[in-house]
């Protein structure tokens, strides 16, 4: 199972949206996919999917309290949710900021880890994936914009990370910064996190800024890093997708937001 962090130091550039197309993406390709949401916050993919993540009574806070409590991640199939063909969802809803505390704390009180589970506070997203490492063909982590302890623990347990860019020169910032935590969890707890590349997102062709924009990040980490060639364009279709609550392959199968995020889940599968 190969895990995909969808990862940026920045809010509403379209990382849950990259996370519930990518994994629709694969799901339609044959791929087993396990989308792993990761952000307590409003908007998160839970709700881009169509569920009330408050309604929810069983999520990815069970299964990382059974982890803590017990030494083993229970629940897991209780709280999945069958999206589609090959499609699931571990959902998360508000609660995942309570256990996000506790996270915290158990790791400035570094108490129950060493002693009775034997696991780091940064590790509990990647024991968790462990357990459906067979299941599945990719996992897909929907990531909070912060720096936190759970995108860091999304870090920890990814192969790659992809990272979704909006066309501004203030994204750019974020960029950096999230290049720099890459590197600090390269260095310490995960040497052979790969960056998947770079995804330009709400990209309007028309405007010179977004050109200049599309040019200098080729120009300037195009060399580094992989710029995937078609950038998702800011739609209607695509602003609308956080209240229908299906992918952009059911809402607008023929739009040019369908089609790059076809070819993104091209370029992740072969390597293109
Ligand atoms: N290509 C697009 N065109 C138009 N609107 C878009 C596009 N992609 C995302 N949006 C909209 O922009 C907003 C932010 O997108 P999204 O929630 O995917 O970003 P995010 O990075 O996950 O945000 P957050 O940091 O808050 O989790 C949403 O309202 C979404 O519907
Ligand atoms: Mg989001």
Redesign the pocket.
Known sequence: MKKISIS?A???????????NLSAALAKSGKRVLLVDC?P?Q??ATL?LGHNPNGLKITIANVINALLDLGAPNFINEATIRQAENFDLLPANPKLEAIQNRLIAEKSSASIFSGETGIQPHEVLKAILGEVEEKYDYAVL????SISMLSINALVAADSVLL?VEAHYECYEALVQTMDVINRIKMNWNPDLQIEGILL???QSRTRLCREVSDYTRNNFGTKVKVFEYA?????R?????SVGVSIFEHSPDSE?ALAYGKLAEGVMWNV
């Open positions: 940026m920045k809010g509403g550039v379209g990382k849950t949206s990259t996370a519930v952000d916050q908007g998160n881009f929907d990531c909070p914009p979704p997102t709400k990209y998702v364009p800011s739609s209607i695509m602003a609308e997708l956080s937001a």
